[in-house]
């Protein structure tokens, strides 16, 4: 893939701006992020790309190679799993950024297995989620490798009433129409961002037996992805990169 043109949007820019000074709050780093995802997705200030025959039919190849991948994962996925995957969008890169520890994913979700078919619960905002409200989608949609770089998958030790329990709290979320949280204010129950959602429902879904570390930024509290596959308790089952 060749590229032309100069490019003037820098993700190191915009995280040195923004994380320079910790005692900014977490609403203020997303409003860099999200000033940041604007201005780089600007057509005058993109560098355009010059997609040859030869580029489009290696992309062919990877992405099928990805959902052989995906497929296969199925057979490995437990109800109540964590699926995480990594977004390859500017926006995804900002959100791995707040991960205070691991930085290898950018959004999550919680897995469960329905009349022989596998989804995906998750808190998603942004265009890709018009009505904001909690998603329930295939893994191949949650996955998919056009705006994914890959996919993780872990689980924590519970037993089968600890796990129908867990689904019931999905499901009611779910049910419920929970929005997304734009303020990522993680005292409040009615809206949730995606990490909050499954820290909540893990949390409420156990009675409180798994517990889960809280990152900071200055004084703002709240639970980043990494903050969910790094508790003690939660092993790594699969990790998968679509090339």
Request: glycine share 6%.
């Amino acid at each position: 893939m060749k590229r032309s043109g100069k490019r003037v949007c820098s993700f190191a820019f915009m995280k040195v701006n923004c994380d320079t000074n910790h005692n900014h709050t977490l609403r203020r780093l997303l409003c860099c992020l999200i000033f940041f995802a604007f201005s780089c997705g600007n057509k005058n200030d993109y560098n355009k790309l010059v997609i040859t025959r030869t580029d489009s039919i290696a992309e062919a190849a990877k992405n099928a190679r990805a959902y052989q991948q995906i497929d296969s994962l199925k057979k490995a996925v437990h109800t109540g799993d964590l699926v995480l995957r990594t977004g390859n969008d500017f926006t995804s890169e900002g959100l791995r950024s707040l991960n205070r520890r691991d930085e290898t994913y950018s959004h999550c979700g919680i897995a469960s297995i329905e009349n022989d078919s596998l989804f995906v619960y998750h808190a998603l905002g942004g265009e890709w989620n018009p009505d904001q409200k909690i998603r329930r989608d295939p893994l191949e949609v949650f996955a998919e490798p056009f705006s994914n770089r890959g996919i993780g998958l872990y689980r924590f030790p519970l037993s089968p009433d600890e796990i129908g329990t867990l689904m019931i709290t999905v499901k009611k979320l779910h049910d419920m129409g929970i929005m997304f949280d734009m303020k990522f204010d993680l005292k409040s129950n009615d809206h949730m961002y995606c990490a909050e959602f499954v820290y909540k429902s893990y949390l409420m879904g156990t009675n409180g037996k798994l517990q889960f570390n809280t990152s900071h930024i200055g004084n703002f509290a709240f639970i980043g992805v990494d903050d969910l596959f790094l508790q003690p308790l939660c092993k790594e089952q699969r990790r998968i990169l679509y090339k």
